[in-house]
């Protein structure tokens, strides 16, 4: 079973290994920072879920559930 970002614990860090998606939603996430081989830490989810706010590349992100579904990663080694 392949693991989101959206299915992503709170304060756990995980590695992109692929992007799902086409064109300009794919685009989208890959301008934000994330790319293959990136670590992501996931800070906090909002209440009802959505959006999700991450630690890319050192600055803050706020992604929205949708777009988190796009992104699988594994379990990183750590900030």
Sequence with gaps: ???TLKDADI???VKVVKLHGEG????RIMDMGITKG????????APLGDPIEVT???YELSIRKSDA?????????GV
């Design 1 to 3: 079973m392949k693991t």
């Design 56 to 58: 890319v590349r050192g």
């Design 69 to 77: 579904e796009m992104v699988e990663v594994e379990k990183g080694a």
């Design 38 to 45: 990136t670590e992501v830490y996931i800070r906090k989810v």
């Design 11 to 13: 304060g756990s860090v």
């Design 24 to 27: 300009a939603i794919k685009r």
